[in-house]
Nanobody, 115 residues
Framework: QVQLVESGGGLVQAGGSLRLSCAASANIFSFSAMGWYRQTQEKPRELVAT???????NYADSVKGRFAISRDAAKNTVNLQMNNLKPEDTAVYYC?????????WGQGTQVTVSS
């Protein structure tokens, strides 16, 4: 059973930065794709960023130019660098991985951006 464990969430002021990490129990390059989603009580879960291979990335329009997703082979993690955070980025962030027809999710980490 694959496990994904997120870390790095917290409280930050608007304009600040946070770096989320997702540690996988399997080799991160065994997954065809990995990514981050987020969810609030008001909105359904939405895509934030995905990465295929080492450098094919995709971002939600709302985070383009502010967030960057990457894979760290040495640490076996997928990371999300979040800069210039806005209050509307407040959400629970979930790590996601795909392998064949299987999908895996982490337990989520809370990110709160104060104005």
């Amino acid at each position: 059973q694959v496990q994904l464990v997120e870390s790095g969430g917290g409280l930050v002021q608007a304009g600040g930065s946070l770096r989320l990490s997702c540690a996988a129990s399997a080799n991160i390059f065994s997954f065809s794709a990995m990514g981050w989603y987020r969810q609030t009580q008001e909105k359904p879960r939405e895509l934030v960023a995905t990465i295929v291979g080492t450098d094919t990335t995709n971002y939600a329009d709302s985070v383009k130019g502010r967030f960057a997703i990457s894979r760290d082979a040495a640490k076996n993690t997928v990371n999300l660098q979040m800069n210039n955070l806005k209050p509307e980025d407040t959400a629970v962030y979930y790590c996601w991985a795909a392998s064949g027809s299987s999908r895996y999710w982490g337990q989520g980490t809370q990110v709160t951006v104060s104005s």
